[in-house]
């Protein structure tokens, strides 16, 4: 890797405000009438000594053009040619791209199939308009961004930068943690990965030395000025400030340095004089990695692969892929997850069903519900290749086998995707019998994977279980393959345990004892049943003895309150409907709704078990047990309730059952508002009318609605510091008209400060405390 510190632009939306772009305005738009002032802004910074400026289009996307009265690809050939025109060959120009501004499937309603032809469009139009790089910024769904790095990976052969917003917990809104996006993003390819906006260098930081371990690409990192202050709507660094704070950044490997919102080219002239001229060198600890977007499994220890989603002897899972039964499915997943599973393998293939179509669907909802990474396991390539595209995260994959064909058919996948692999140790002479030949096909996978750009760490080999009934002498080579694998590969073992018992009577006696022989043999990855608890008290134990459960924690929280005698573990056991909620499980929500009608009335139902079903989700998203994904899961399975509770109503002429009518806005100037959609999700959930008047909502408009529509409790949301003086319009605006009326205010910039200051009556941090909020106006 080059070491040369490499200086990025600054802020380019503040500067625009700063030199006549109006709250609302579309920079893009503006573009085009101050085509002298963004050129100067170009060059300011360049003389700066900005190295790569980013163009114009961070917005220029279908979705955020809609009334803009330029296309996409004209904002993009102007806003690159500007762009060109100001650096005279002085500085690199980037495709600057921000997020598209709707969350994406489950979290939202845009597909990810939409989303990588709405980044395809702008690809394509930045490569005509000949940008040297793409930058990808202000990102925060992990899907979305893996939708933008294949859209340009597919359609271009540019560099890909790709940057995250983080809040100091380090993980986005929507919960995706900076391990999860560093690895991510690194295997997908892109040249240079880091982090923007949000937050100001000493908040950064903390979080940037995570990204450092996870990751051996050059950092980058562009800082705010600080943290906005409300009050004031500006930032709280001036130029020098902000180089000092970014000095503690030389100890990391940052390559790629500028200013987000708030900086100027005084920011970047004062980097430029202050920074050393060369980046510490990588801090990345190798390590093998599989992660979904919320949960990053760092391959170190013992980590147990549920395998009941799989048909193959499975009469429930039969059932429920035939009747395309989710629910069931969701339910197996979550009792492994609750048993003990670290990873999900997942296995659809099934006479009589399309096994393409099932295992997409079936990857998708299990995404709404669990956090665990997930083992995509078929043999079918075209399955294997649906699956990994909309898989978010990096999964394993099960399997590929010894035989060449195989190898180059799935291994290029692999590296396409940056997935982990399963090598099982047969080719097309079958399972060899001795040890010695298992091993040999173990390295000639692991050879060709890393021929293949595949790491050694991700590439895990199953030696394969042959039950001892019919082979008994096969379980004594299967162990000794475990022992070579990890002494003369070094790399992860997989076994399904299990197979071991088949045909024989009290099966889970031989499983258990296999699985602690494999597991002192030196298997880090057991394909097991966690709902069995023999199995998962044999892991337990070996984790204890073994040194891995360090203090003893893991094995004293799972046995603590438990008594000394026998448990059996009961699986499939009734769900109540407090319980379907708060997992999200939609069908089943619906279900015990209809049942529960029959025996309750259906005020008594929303009081009495939906209600508090939300609040217990509340409750466990404000602790950080769940996180934005889980929080509208959950919402939206209650929503599934709330759709036969009317219905119930209707049929018996009741009044609707409604708590009362509350107005969401974002304010005038501002056109952001995944915030407030998420607020309206869940108010709704908790049975108020919500009155949803979208974004860049004039002053007027949501006064004459509050009075004409009656409406007591009124939220508005802004996003933007430059957008808070509508904020506080409004509500004066609300006073004078003398509307009797409660206003609640949110948003990333605003503060309860600020709330008081405007004289807004409540502020709410989130989604959870709006609908305490409207508890507390309609005392309910």
Do not use: W
Request: net charge negative; charged share 25%; with cysteine.
């Amino acid at each position: 890797m080059e070491r040369n510190v490499i200086y990025l632009d600054g802020g380019m939306g503040t500067q625009l405000q700063a030199n006549g772009l109006k709250p609302g305005e579309l920079p893009e738009a503006f573009m085009f009438e101050h085509e002298e002032l963004l050129m100067k802004l170009h060059r300011n910074y360049i003389e700066s000594g900005a190295q790569i400026i980013y163009a114009n289009t961070f917005g220029a996307n279908r979705k955020k053009l809609e009334k803009c009265p330029y296309s996409v690809e004209e904002v993009i050939m102007k806003a690159v040619e500007l762009a060109k025109k100001a650096a005279n060959g002085k500085a690199r120009v980037a495709l600057d791209l921000g997020p598209i501004g709707e969350l994406l499937e489950p979290n939202g309603y845009l597909s990810f199939e939409e989303a990588y032809d709405i980044f395809k469009q702008q690809i394509i139009a930045g490569v005509k308009a000949g940008v040297d790089l793409v930058v990808f910024e202000t990102m925060s769904d992990l899907m979305e961004i893996k939708a933008a790095i294949l859209a340009a990976k597919e359609n271009s052969d540019m560099e890909i930068f790709v940057t995250m917003s983080f809040e100091h917990d380090g993980r986005t809104f929507t919960g995706c943690s900076v391990e999860s996006f560093g690895i991510t993003a690194t295997r997908l390819g892109v040249d240079a990965l880091g982090i923007n906006c949000s937050l100001g260098p000493a908040e950064i930081l903390p979080i940037a030395r995570r990204l450092a371990k996870v990751t051996p690409l050059p950092l980058i990192i562009k800082a705010n000025a600080g943290l906005p202050d409300p009050m004031s709507n500006t930032y709280d660094m001036d130029a020098q400030s902000f180089a000092s704070q970014m000095k503690a950044y030389e100890e990391l490997p940052v390559r790629y340095v500028g200013g987000c919102c708030g900086t100027t080219p005084a920011f970047i002239k004062a980097l430029t004089e202050t920074l050393v001229s060369t980046c510490s060198e990588s801090l990345y600890e190798e390590a093998g990695y599989t992660c979904s977007p919320t949960k990053c499994l760092k391959l170190d220890d013992v980590h147990v692969i549920g395998e009941r989603i799989n048909p193959t002897g499975n009469k429930r899972m039969k059932e429920a892929l035939r009747h395309q039964n989710m629910d069931e499915i969701l339910s197996i997943a979550m009792e492994e997850v609750e048993g003990g599973a670290d990873i999900l393998d997942v296995n659809v293939g099934l006479p009589g069903i399309d096994e393409k179509s099932m295992m997409v669907k079936v990857i998708k909802e299990l995404q709404t519900v669990i956090d665990v990474p997930l083992q995509i396991d078929t043999t079918n390539t075209e399955v294997m290749e649906a699956a990994l595209r909309i898989y978010n995260g990096i999964p394993i994959v099960n399997s590929c086998n010894g035989e060449e064909a195989n190898m180059q058919a799935i291994l290029p996948l692999i590296k396409k995707y940056g997935a982990n692999v399963i090598g099982l140790t047969l080719d097309e002479k079958g399972i060899p019998e001795t040890k010695e030949k298992r091993l040999e096909i173990g390295k000639r996978i692991t050879a060709c994977a890393q021929a293949y750009g595949i790491e050694k760490q991700r590439v895990f080999l199953d030696c394969l279980t042959l039950t001892v009934s019919a082979q008994q002498d096969q379980a004594k080579q299967t162990l000794q393959t475990l022992t070579a694998i990890r002494k003369e590969l070094g790399v992860q073992s997989v076994l399904g345990v299990s197979n071991i018992s088949f045909g024989l009577p009290q099966r889970s006696i031989l499983n258990q004892h296999f699985l602690t022989m494999a597991l002192s043999a030196g298997l880090t990855m057991p394909i097991i049943n966690p709902n069995q608890k023999v199995m998962m008290d044999a892991i337990r134990a070996y984790r204890v003895l073994s040194g891995l459960d360090k203090d003893c924690m893991a094995y004293v929280e799972a046995y603590a309150n438990m008594s000394n005698q026998p448990v059996t573990q009961t699986l499939n056991k009734e769900v109540t409907l407090v319980e379907a909620v708060c997992k999200g499980l939609k069908d089943e929500t619906r279900q015990l709704t209809i049942e529960a009608l029959k025996e309750k009335e259906p005020l008594d139902i929303v009081n009495e078990q939906l209600i508090p079903a939300l609040d217990i989700v509340g409750e466990r998203y404000e602790k950080k047990e769940i996180y934005l994904p889980g929080l509208i899961n959950a919402a939206t399975a209650s929503q599934c309730a709330f759709e036969e509770i009317r219905k119930s109503i209707l049929k018996s002429g009741a009044e609707s059952i409604s708590k009362g009518k509350i107005i969401l806005a974002t304010v005038k100037g501002d056109v952001h508002d995944i915030g407030k959609n998420i607020v309206k999700v869940v108010l709704e959930n908790y049975g108020f009318t919500v009155i949803d008047l979208g974004k860049d909502v004039p002053v007027e408009t949501i006064v004459e609605t509050a009075i004409q529509e009656n409406v007591y409790l009124i939220g508005l949301s802004a996003l933007m510091t430059t957008t808070l003086a509508s904020m506080e319009a409004t509500i004066q605006a609300l006073h004078d008209a003398k509307h009797p009326c409660k206003i609640m205010v949110g948003g990333a910039v605003v503060s309860e400060e600020y709330a008081k200051k405007i004289h807004a009556d409540y502020y709410a941090k989130d989604a959870k405390q709006s609908a305490d909020i409207a508890k507390e106006v309609f005392q309910c």
